[in-house]
Structure formats: structure tokens, C-alpha cells
């Protein structure tokens, strides 16, 4: 917050008729500690989104917060945090929009539980679609007090004044102007409002829409971009904890003598939490070294292989969805019928950057800087950790080293906090890749069972969908199945009784990808079978306008051969839905019949995700998906046995390089019809279908297991024919 | 055991008197507080903590401390010469050739390694080059174009 303590302010305006219940402060203190500026709050009220309330502490209805100070600099609170979506950027561009400032004039404060509304974390693809509204909201506001307060000072009508770049103006006479920093001057404006403000439309833009260099850029090329590894604190120890060998081992003795005699080292044995400490991260490995334990381990002889059959059995009870027809009847009335099962193996997060946090405990009041999707709920669990109220737990996410779903749990930071409580001393707990892997909490292996049918005219007639461990986000159906039903068992956070031997859970954009995976190869099959082609086939059985529109676009744009499959061409397609974003992909790609290694030449991608507020923005998130997209289809699988997890680096568990990247184009399908979509995972989803689709266009086998490795190219390739 | 190790870092002498079998690495992020190179995998099969030495590409949690005497380090906060920005670094930040910006500083390094030894790479060359370096946001193609337009100006 700026200082201006002393200045004289005038709060002129000031609309929250229950002011006292929103904010747990005093109410003239909370004024003192804005300082002067103008400051807006918004409250989405009803429009607020199921699943991202719940909110507490912090103004608990407050869902967006501004400040623009007396500099006339802009700062936004949010207690999104930016892990590589460029969120940072494209929320910078919203607010510029709506007040009417340059983009270079707008600062973010991220994730910090002292400063940002509460926020339930980055996930979901919903950092654009939902508190985007509630910071342009916020920012039109604030462009609307602006414009009330320079007709004042310019004495003019309030209908004749016009905002731009920063300034306010009249219309018929521009030297009569006034810029925000002037009219923000030793003022202290404080607005709260539902979210009804007039925001421009699209037609008016100036910054959205357009690309702007990341905000993050300049900071990430230079080396000075701060992660929660990167904390330098005075007496800081580097914290290294005996680890099971496998999630369901349990310690039988441990001695930490030899540890202990090192110099410098301190030993921590708290609750289960066994940990050394040294100044140096090296020396605290070494110590690490010195510990002796012993662990019981139950036997099991479950694996990547044994896995399916094991899920199949563990999960009995399904949860039908989207049941219309009847199942029976549309069998019996299908002139074809098609029963096929899919396999996806457990896939690891692996973000370059491994789970890290640095905690400071100082007067009763602990600082964490954590590597973290979810601060608030991090604040939570760390404050019960240590036994501190939530107002005396500050979590502050400096940039976060890629997340995709995988750093929502914060055992690192009550690792770190806990540690730091019994040490007296600041703590780093940085996971080392093996760590990673062990604590991942992975996406799960999933089967998903599918018996479909078509008539006489070409059209799907039966769906009958059963998807095991990966739920159903994905399975939605978007074909026009008159027989349908969705039949979900257990979902991909793994839940209570848990039958997976380690932790599960959200993979960008949780079980999508493996439900397209079967989906869309199934509507290949189908199409093969009635030697129809593949894109034809889903253009007849679809009367989604939104889904029609992706795939026109990118068969022209990727020069679609129209054919039934198999055409000897390689080319494949897959299309999908996520997060309110449509997209379709082609593909080309080349097989090695001899080693069973694919090689994916091209990928096409059109992409509706309605408004787009950054262009390039958005291409870079779609370009990373398709990219990434490629590890879970060709290489990435998690072997294991029983809790032990057998990939902890680089070495066995392959993830995406350059030597596999193709020719990648992405187009954005104009639609301003719909406000902005989800950007961060909707391109990811079609990929392994995408790639399948093609390798059976090239050589007339089907993949029913992801991820398609050249071993499982080769099995297919013998059995062709069978 | 202690010894007193010297190199150059970043065009300034330092002298150390350390173990000289302790890892670059972490010497770079603690003693001298030098963060940006990373801790991405700790066995040279990440790439996120090239540094360059002697104007070659080189892992640094695979190199002790020994290794470097009497030569010449730099890392990322070494790249840009003061307040102007290396070519690779412009091109990065222009094409957006990052996201989460954590395998940033070890693709810039390896990448200058790279233009070092062959000033104006084919594509091959640059992915053949790149290969040992991983991303796990898929910035590759932005990265791959920004490494071809910064030779190109270079
Ligand atoms: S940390 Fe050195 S190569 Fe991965
Ligand atoms: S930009 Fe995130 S790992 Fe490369």
C-alpha cells in the first residue's frame, strides 16, 4: 500500500450499506491502510460461480479488488497466481480495457493471502471466465468515479466527458483535460458494487483482443523472476526429510545419531515428520544420507498392467449421467454395433519446477512463500498445521514454476512451516525431481468401456459410455445420440476409499484427456466401419453449431484429404469441449512399422474460445498443450509397484523434448458471441485420440491404450489382420 | 576439504574459499546468491541449470566447484550486457518463448552455448542442440524461433 498517512482524505463516496459485515476491520482503520486512490471492490453476488465460493476472512464477498493510486498507476489484487498461463497479462489487459489506462500503466499483486481477495485457487480454466467479469466490472467502475470527478473539476457535463489512455477529456474540447493522477490525488474514493457496471463491448476494445509482450517476460529472461525456491532469508536452513520408500510402507525404527554428529546439522523428529537441517542444501543431503531407517512393506503385485482389471473390480457402484432413450431399444434398432475398451496409464504433473516453500515465523506471524495453485486453502492448512489463527498465516506465491493441476496439496509448505515453528529459524523445503514424482498426486489410470451403434443412415444411434477413475468431465456427449447414457465410476481425485496405491488428481483438464482418447477414436471406428470418412461421419451426427465451426475451419485450413479411413495418408482428427472452449485438431504423422515409433509431422488446431482477450496469449496456451499433449499419447506412463513408484526422473519417464515436436498451427475461430473461454487446457484434450486416429489412418491398426509407445505400435502392427 | 577456488562470474573475479567438491549449483544459488539458474532434476538430464563456461553450454549440478577454477562463468544474470538485453533475450521475451519462465534461464544459456559454437544454426541444429533441455509448458516452437531470429541478427 502507498503511505499517506498524513494527507488529508475525503472519502466522497462510499456505497456498502453493510460495510461492517463484509470487512473484518474496523472500518476507519481499513480507510487509513488503503492510503489515498481510488479503490473499487466488487462482489459477483449470484453470478459468483459454483465451486469458486466459499470464500472467508478476507472481505468474504469481495471477489475483485483495485486501487488506482495517486501516480496514476493501476494495481490489481488477485488472488489468482500465474504459474505460466500468461493469466498475468491478459488480467492486466481486462482491467486497461475498462479504465481506459495504458496496459504498461497496470501493476498485479498475485496470490498474497495479506493483500488479494479470497480466492479458491488456479485451476479449472477459470482465471478469464470468472473473475475476469468481476475485474472488468471493477475497472468500469472505476473509469465511471473518474468521469464523475473530472466533469467536477473541469466543470463540464458528465455526458460529455470521454476517458483515454489515462485522462479524461470532453469530447467537443480536449484541451479541457484532466489525467487519473490528478483526480486521485489526496482523495480517497472507496467504491463497492455488484457487478452490474457497463463494461465497453467488444466492438470498442483497444486492448483486448490484442497481443501484448507478457508482463512476466522481461523478469523470466533476465534470471531476477522470483520462485519460492529462490527466497534468501537471514539463518535460513535448507530441510531434507526421510522419505518411505513407498506409499504404503510403514517406519519401523529410524536413527539419526550419525546425522546429528555433523556439524551444523539439526535434527527435527516432530509428529511423524522426520527431517535435517543444514545452511547448505548440499550438507543437509549429505546428512539426509547418514540416516538409517527401516521400513515394513506390505507385498503387492499391483502395477501398470495389473492396474485396469484392479479399478474395474474396486469400483462397482456407477453414477449414470445424460440418460436419454433407451438403451436396449437402440441396441436392438442399431444395424451395427461396436463394444471396445480403453486403457490410460497414471501420468505425472512433472513441473520443471519441483514443489517448493520458505516459511518465516516472526512474532507469532508466519510468512510462507509457497510454489502453489491454491494460497487461501494453503493458508488454511498451514495455519491448523502450526496451530496459528488464518489471520497470522500470510501465504505469498512468487512465481510458480508450471502447475497443471499438481500443486494444489501444500504438504511442502507445512513441511517447511512446521519446520521453521520448531527450529526457531527461517526453513526452505525445496522437493528434489524424486520427490516430484513420489508426491505427485498423478492422473489416474482409467478404463473407460464403450458400446455404440449406428443405423441404416449413417447416424449414431446408441451410446452407452462407462468410464472408470477418470469421471466425466470430457464424456459430456456433443454427437446427436438418441439412445445415450454416461455411467461414471469413481473420479479422478481418487476419493476416499481410494483404489489407487498413490494419490490422484487433477491433470490439466482432469479425465478429459482420456475420454476423448475413447470417445473420439470410437467415432473413427464407427466411421471406418461404415467407410465413411472420419470427418464427414462427425459433421453429419452433430448439430452443435460451435463444434461444426472448429472442424470446418481446420480441415481447410490443414487441407483435409476427404476419404474413409484407413487411406494410407497418416491424417487424423479428434475433436472436443472443455472448460467453454471448443477445438478441433488434425493431424499427420508417420509410422515406423519396423520399430513401432510414431512421428507426428503436423497438428492443426482451430480453437473457439469465444471473446479472446490476448490473441498470441491464447496461441501460446494452445501451442503448450499440443506439445504436452504429445508426452501423455506417445511416452508418459508411470510404472510402479504396489506404492512404490518406480519413474523418479528424467531418465525413465520421458517427457515431451524438441526433437518431437511437430509443425504446429493454431487458429482462433471468431465468435464474440460468448465471452471469453477457458484458454489453459481445452487444446490438450484431443491429442491422444488425434494421434491414434492417425496411426490407424496410416496403417489400419487401433490403439486402445495410451500411451501409444512403440512396443504397443508393434503388438498392434502383429496382430493386424488376426 | 577447504581450498581457495577463483574463477571469473559474470566478467567480475570471485574468490571462494570453500570444498572444492561442492556443486556449482548450489554454490551459484547460495553462497553467491545467484538464483536464476535452477534445480530442475540435480543429474544433468533437465538442462534448467546450464551456465555457460568458457563459452560452452554446461550443467552445473554436474560440475563441482574444482572444475571451474581459473575459468569463466556466466549465468543468466550474466547474459545481457548491463541494461541491454542479449539478442536471445529479446527474442524470448518478444516471441514469448516462455511461460512459466522456469526452464527460461538454462534454455538461454544453452542456447547462447550453442550460438557460440555455430553462430547461424540450421533448425536442426537448433533442436539438435536443444534436445538435452526440457519444458515442461511446450514453449518449444516459440523457442526454437526465437534462438533461429536472435542468430539471425547476431
Ligand atoms: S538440474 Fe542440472 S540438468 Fe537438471
Ligand atoms: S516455460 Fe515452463 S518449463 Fe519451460
Not at chain 1, 216 to 232: H, L, N, P, Y
Not at chain 1, 504 to 522: L, M
Not at chain 2, 16 to 21: E, F, I, K
Not at chain 2, 31 to 56: H, Q
Request: charge should be negative; include cysteine; charged fraction near 25%.
Amino acid at each position: 500500500m502507498t503511505d499517506n498517512t498524513t494527507r488529508d482524505f475525503d472519502p466522497v463516496d462510499f456505497e456498502l450499506s453493510s460495510w461492517s459485515e463484509a470487512f473484518p476491520f474496523d472500518r476507519r482503520d481499513f480507510l487509513k491502510t488503503l492510503g489515498a486512490g481510488i479503490f473499487v471492490f466488487v462482489t459477483l453476488g449470484d453470478l459468483a460461480v459454483a465451486g469458486e465460493q466459499g470464500g472467508r476472512s478476507y472481505p468474504d464477498d469481495i471477489n475483485a479488488y483495485l486501487r488506482i493510486g495517486e501516480d496514476g498507476r493501476v494495481t490489481i489484487f488477485s488472488g489468482k497466481i500465474e504459474m505460466g498461463q500468461g493469466v498475468m497479462t491478459s488480467l492486466a489487459q481486462m482491467a486497461a480495457e475498462d479504465l481506459q489506462v495504458p496496459f504498461g500503466a497496470i501493476d498485479m499483486v498475485m496470490g498474497d493471502t495479506d493483500q488479494c481477495p479470497w480466492d479458491m485457487g488456479t485451476f479449472g480454466s477459470m482465471s478469464t471466465r470468472f473473475f475476469g467479469p468481476a475485474l472488468r466490472a471493477a475497472a468500469a467502475e472505476a473509469r465511471e468515479v473518474l468521469l464523475g470527478l473530472a466533469a467536477e473539476h473541469l466543470e463540464a457535463p458528465r455526458n460529455r466527458m470521454r476517458a483515454h489512455e489515462g485522462v479524461a477529456y470532453m469530447d467537443s474540447d480536449r484541451s479541457k483535460r484532466v489525467t487519473y493522477a490528478e483526480l486521485t490525488r489526496g482523495r480517497q474514493i472507496t467504491r463497492v458494487l455488484g457487478e452490474e457496471a457497463v463494461q465497453k463491448s467488444v466492438a470498442e476494445f483497444t486492448v483486448m483482443g490484442k497481443s501484448f509482450t507478457r508482463l512476466d517476460a522481461t523478469e523470466k529472461v533476465t534470471g531476477s523472476a522470483e520462485f519460492a525456491g529462490d527466497i534468501r532469508l537471514p539463518g535460513m536452513l535448507y530441510a531434507k526429510m526421510v522419505r518411505p520408500p513407498s506409499h504404503d510402507a510403514t517406519l519401523r525404527t529410524v536413527d539419526t545419531s550419525a546425522a546429528a554428529a555433523m556439524p551444523g546439522i539439526t535434527v527435527v523428529e516432530d509428529d511423524g515428520l522426520i527431517a535435517v537441517l543444514h545452511e547448505d542444501p548440499e550438507m543437509a543431503e549429505q546428512a539426509l544420507g547418514r540416516v538409517r531407517a527401516d521400513w515394513d512393506r506390505p507385498e503387492s503385485d499391483l502395477d501398470e498392467e495389473s492396474i485396469f482389471d484392479h479399478l474395474v473390480n474396486e469400483y462397482t457402484d456407477g453414477r449414470a449421467s445424460d440418460v436419454r432413450g433407451d438403451l436396449a431399444r437402440g441396441e436392438q434398432e442399431s444395424s451395427m454395433l461396436f463394444e471396445e475398451t480403453y486403457l490410460d496409464g497414471y501420468v505425472a504433473h512433472a513441473p520443471m519446477e519441483p514443489h517448493t516453500s520458505t516459511a518465516q515465523i516472526e512474532n507469532g506471524k508466519a510468512t510462507v512463500w509457497a510454489s502453489t495453485q491454491t494460497p487461501f486453502p494453503d493458508q488454511s492448512q498451514v495455519a491448523r498445521a502450526l496451530g496459528f489463527s488464518e489471520e497470522d498465516v500470510r501465504i505469498i506465491t512468487p512465481y510458480v514454476g508450471g502447475g497443471f493441476g499438481g500443486k494444489t496439496g501444500g504438504l511442502q509448505n507445512i513441511e517447511a512451516a512446521k519446520l521453521a515453528q520448531v527450529t526457531g529459524r527461517p526453513v526452505q523445503v525445496a522437493w528434489s525431481r524424486a520427490e516430484e514424482f513420489f508426491y505427485d498426486s498423478f492422473r489416474p489410470a482409467s478404463v473407460i468401456k464403450i458400446k455404440s451403434g449406428v443405423d441404416g443412415n449413417g447416424r449414431i444411434h446408441l451410446w452407452d459410455y462407462h468410464v472408470y477413475a477418470a469421471g466425466t468431465r470430457g464424456a459430456d456427449q456433443h454427437y446427436d445420440a438418441p439412445h445415450n447414457s454416461i455411467t461414471s465410476y469413481g473420479g479422478w481425485m481418487g476419493g476416499g476409499a481410494s483404489p489407487h496405491p498413490f494419490a490422484v488428481g487433477a491433470w490439466r483438464a482432469p479425465g478429459a484427456n482420456t475420454n476423448i482418447f475413447a470417445k473420439e477414436s470410437q467415432i473413427d471406428i464407427m466411421a471406418a466401419a461404415l467407410k465413411v470418412d472420419p470427418l464427414e461421419f462427425r459433421l453429419k451426427n452433430t448439430s452443435d453449431e460451435r463444434l461444426i465451426g472448429v472442424l470446418k475451419v481446420v480441415a481447410d485450413a490443414f487441407g483435409w484429404q476427404a476419404g474413409a479411413a484407413p487411406g494410407g495418408r497418416g491424417q487424423g482428427l479428434a475433436c472436443g469441449l472443455d472448460a467453454g472452449t471448443y477445438v478441433a485438431h488434425m493431424a499427420e504423422v508417420e509410422v515406423d512399422e519396423r520399430t513401432g515409433a510414431i512421428k507426428v509431422n503436423r497438428i492443426v488446431c482451430a480453437q473457439d474460445m469465444g471473446v479472446v482477450v490476448n490473441p498470441d496469449g491464447a496461441k501460446m496456451q494452445m501451442e503448450g498443450c499440443i506439445t504436452m499433449g504429445l508426452g501423455y499419447t506417445l511416452t508418459e506412463d508411470i510404472r510402479f509397484r504396489g506404492g512404490e513408484v518406480l519413474d523418479l526422473n528424467f531418465d525413465t519417464y520421458e517427457i515431451p523434448r524438441f526433437s518431437g515436436l511437430p509443425e504446429i498451427e493454431t487458429i482462433l475461430v471468431k465468435n464474440d458471441l460468448v465471452t471469453p473461454q477457458g484458454g489453459g487446457e481445452p487444446a490438450i484434450i484431443s491429442i491422444g485420440a488425434l494421434v491414434a486416429n492417425a496411426i490407424f489412418d496410416a496403417v489400419g491398426v487401433r490403439l486402445f491404450q495410451l500411451p501409444m509407445t512403440p512396443a504397443r505400435v508393434r503388438d498392434a502392427l502383429a496382430r493386424r489382420g488376426e | 576439504m577447504r581450498e581457495t577456488i577463483e574463477f571469473t562470474l559474470n566478467g567480475e573475479p570471485v574468490s571462494l574459499d570453500t570444498d572444492g567438491d561442492r556443486i556449482l549449483l548450489w554454490v551459484l544459488r547460495t553462497d553467491l546468491e545467484l538464483t536464476g539458474t535452477k534445480y530442475g532434476c540435480g543429474i544433468g538430464l533437465c538442462g534448467s541449470c546450464t551456465v555457460l563456461v568458457d563459452g560452452e553450454a554446461e550443467r552445473s549440478c554436474a560440475l563441482p566447484l574444482r572444475a571451474v577454477r581459473g575459468r569463466e562463468v556466466v549465468t543468466i544474470e550474466g547474459l545481457a550486457g548491463g541494461e541491454v538485453l542479449h539478442p536471445l533475450q529479446e527474442e524470448f521475451a518478444e516471441r514469448g518463448a516462455l511461460q512459466c519462465g522456469y526452464c527460461t534461464p538454462g534454455m538461454l544459456m544453452n542456447a547462447a552455448g550453442l550460438l557460440n559454437g555455430n553462430p547461424h544454426p540450421s533448425r536442426e541444429e537448433i533442436v539438435d542442440g536443444m534436445e538435452g533441455n526440457l519444458c515442461r509448458c511446450g514453449a518449444h516452437k516459440r523457442i526454437i524461433e526465437a534462438i533461429d531470429a536472435a542468430s539471425k541478427r547476431m
